[in-house]
């Protein structure tokens, strides 16, 4: 039985289980982002281009946060796909959560000013979510079936 095209992606933002190839990865990442700006350009199109750069608003934290759950979703069934530990991909989540309230209560708004131990945790997530997004954007995904279920590949490129 087909699923409809609309239950195939709300499986693909907002489940967590099973695994998903780089191509249905690519699609959920485009749909997320896309999402995300245009949502915050209608909710706040000022804290893009504000002088001096302020915090967004509480409302915009919500929405970037709002997406951060299909995000984190299609991260989880990439490294699902690659065999590395789940836990990864809610890390990621975490990660992008920390920021946003980060970026709430001022951190890095201002680069010129900004401390060693901001620029320090900067660097950091930069290169953790740099290695994330080759190694979930880039790289096959295991041969074959894993501890995560058959290879998507094996369908077509996609498991959901």
């Given amino acids: 039985m087909s699923r409809s095209k ?52 509480p409302c915009l934290a919500l929405w970037d946060i709002a997406w951060v759950i299909p995000m984190t979703a299609i991260t989880v069934k990439r490294f699902n796909d690659r065999d590395w530990p789940a836990w990864l991909g809610y890390a990621t989540g975490i990660t992008g959560i920390l920021l946003i309230l980060a970026e709430q209560q001022g951190f890095m708004l201002e680069p010129g000013n900004a401390s060693d131990l901001e620029w320090a945790i900067f660097g950091a997530v930069v290169v953790l979510m740099l290695a994330a997004f080759v190694d979930n954007g880039f790289l096959r995904g295991t041969a074959g079936p894993n501890r995560y279920g058959a290879d998507p590949l094996d369908r077509g490129g996609h498991s959901f």
Avoid at 30 to 53: F, H, K, N, R, T
Wanted: proline share 6%.
């Fill in 6 to 57: 609309s239950e195939r992606l709300f499986k693909l933002l907002f489940s967590f289980s099973g695994r998903i190839g780089r191509k249905c990865w690519w699609t959920g990442l485009g749909i997320g982002c896309s999402a995300a700006i245009l949502g915050s350009l209608a909710i706040d199109p000022g804290v893009w281009v504000a002088e001096p750069q302020r915090a967004p608003s």
